[in-house]
Structure formats: C-alpha cells, structure tokens
C-alpha cells in the first residue's frame, strides 16, 4: 500500500495553480507566478520530495517539506528558493502548542543535522569553540558558571559526539517567531502601510478610526546553534516557517495526540495474518514425510507409491492380521 502511493505520487506529482483573485489581479500575472513556482519545482526536482513525503506519511503518518534558499553558483550573491526533501522526519520538531493542518501557527520550529568534524570546519570555519580541546572547553564552562552562566556538560557531550568532544556535532536549525503589533493605516492612494514603512510623499492618511487598526505582524528569525555557541542569525523574509508538515489524520484525545497513518488501521489484521501463516507453516513443517502408515503386506498396490500425488478412483489394501 505504501508503494502505491508512493508511486502514484511519481505518476501524478501535484502542482501549482494559481488562480487571479483580488483587486488589480489579473490571469498573465497569475500565469507568470505559476511558471515562476513550476521552475522551482523543476530546479529542486521537487517530484523526489513530494514522493518522499508520500511514503513517510502513508507509512508513519508524519513528513515533511523544506524550502530553503541557495546561491545559485559559487560566484554569485544571488539566493534562489529550492524545495527539499526531509529523509528523516524524526529529525523536525515543532511547537507542540500549533494546531493548523500547515502548522502556521507555530511559534517555533527546528531541525537537528549531524557533521563530521571535517564537514562541520568546511561549513562553518575552525574557529569554534566546540572544535577545541575538552579541557579548555571545560574551562571556559567553569568560568562561564562564575559568571552566573550554567552549562550541562551532559548535554555538550550529547551534541560532541561524547567525552572527547571530537564529532559527530549537532547542528540545530532553529525558527523563532516574534510577535510585534504595528498601527496599519489606508491612504489616499488606496494603499496601506504599516507605521515603520516609508510612505511616498504625496499620500496623506484617511481621515476616521475605521481606516486606522493594529495589526500583529510575525518576524521569524533563524537561529544556527551548536552546543556552545549561535553560529548564524538571520532574518527569514516570509510569514510562515518553511518547513512544511504532511500528516496523517490527527485526532486528540483527552488532549492527547494520536496521528494515524495509511496502515495504521491495518496493524491488527496483519498481525492476525502472520500468526495464521506461521501457523500454518509450523502444521505442514511437522507433518511426517511419510503419508501412509501400515504393516508390512499391507500396501501391495504400487498406486500406493503416489497416493499423495495422484488422484486414484480406488485403492486397495491386504488386510493383514495381527497376532
């Protein structure tokens, strides 16, 4: 079941359709924004990562999409948007608060990632405190708790691969959301704009409270963090996290969680099946090779020599007494 879906996933990947809705859209526009997201989808190879959720989520009930933004060669400063597949869900974490299908209204997300000690100096440089020796992390740590800064060297080891501190690190990626309210404000032009926004010149606000309200907008900030230190700080351009979850059916329950999955359903009657099977197979494995048993004299007949095998109209035996 699970490679079926799977491959009608392949056959039939989904796509974009972008529909003109609102005041001053119109279909070339839309058009335009269509094939901008189909080339996306073409330059990620995007039909791997719709695949991949499709297993995951048929088989387990939970995966996951990411967009990411990458610099489209090593020589240049332009970034371009590319969808990834997540080959290991348990690998994402969300805030347990979110609710929506999309999760769009989670405050927070992460994903862990693992690198050597070579990947992780070619990724990030050999400046780093988690690439030097334990004993200087440790003191370092000791005079980090001197100054009113607790460390659990539990968890360091966790994330440095051990004791020596020599790899394989955790990386964590890690998506904040902040909420700040901003007075949002209809001018002249027909257009609004938020207080910190520059307003042209020649636009003057509406007169009256109804064109005048307070709008919580979101910021989300992407956090690169090792055991000891923020490696990277970035500001995502973009209302939602980008990682997007694909979920079975979510059922709460005393409000607790319960995702279900393609087969979920299926757990029982195949465990029935299996011990039917085995069953089955014990029976026949113990069955003697012999099928018939008699005294000597009695199976005189040769059709008796393949009685298991051929379908005979009559079989005749000796009786033969037994003292």
Request: hydrophobic share 35%; aromatic share 12%.
């Amino acid at each position: 079941a699970v490679d079926q879906i799977e491959g009608d996933i392949r056959l039939n990947p989904p796509g974009p359709q972008v529909h003109p809705v609102g005041e001053g859209a119109d279909g070339d526009t839309a058009d335009i924004i269509e094939g901008l997201i189909r080339e996306t989808e073409y330059r990620s190879g995007a039909k791997t990562a719709y695949s991949t959720a499709g297993k995951y989520v048929a088989a387990s009930g939970e995966a996951y999409l990411e967009l990411v933004t990458e610099y489209t060669n090593d020589r240049s400063y332009a970034q371009q948007l590319r969808i990834c597949s997540v080959e290991d869900p348990s690998t994402i974490f969300f805030d347990p608060n979110s609710r929506m299908a999309n999760r769009q209204d989670a405050m927070w997300a992460g994903k862990l990632r693992v690198y050597s000690r070579e990947e992780y100096k070619a990724t990030f440089g050999d400046k780093h405190r988690v690439l030097e020796p334990r004993a200087f992390q440790a003191a370092s740590g000791w005079i980090a708790d001197v100054m009113g800064i607790s460390s659990d060297w539990a968890m360091v080891n966790e994330w440095t691969g051990g004791i020596k501190g020599e790899g394989p690190y955790y990386v964590c990626e890690f998506y904040m959301v902040e909420m700040e309210r901003k007075k949002l404000t209809l001018y002249d032009n027909n257009i609004a704009y938020f207080e910190d926004e520059d307003v042209p010149a020649s636009a003057t606000p509406k007169p009256g409270d109804e064109y005048t309200r307070i709008v919580p907008r979101r910021t989300i900030t992407k956090y690169v963090v090792d055991a000891f230190e923020v490696l990277d700080e970035t500001e995502w351009i973009g209302r939602l996290i980008p990682i997007f979850p694909v979920l079975g059916p979510e059922v709460y329950i005393k409000g607790e969680l319960h995702r279900l999955s393609l087969i979920a359903g299926a757990i029982d009657a195949q465990r029935a099946l299996n011990f039917v099977t085995t069953a089955m197979v014990e029976v026949a494995g113990d069955m003697p090779r012999a099928p018939w048993i008699g005294p000597q004299g009695t199976f005189d007949d040769p059709r008796w020599q393949n009685a298991n095998t051929e379908k005979w109209a009559y079989l005749e035996y000796k009786p033969v007494l037994i003292p």
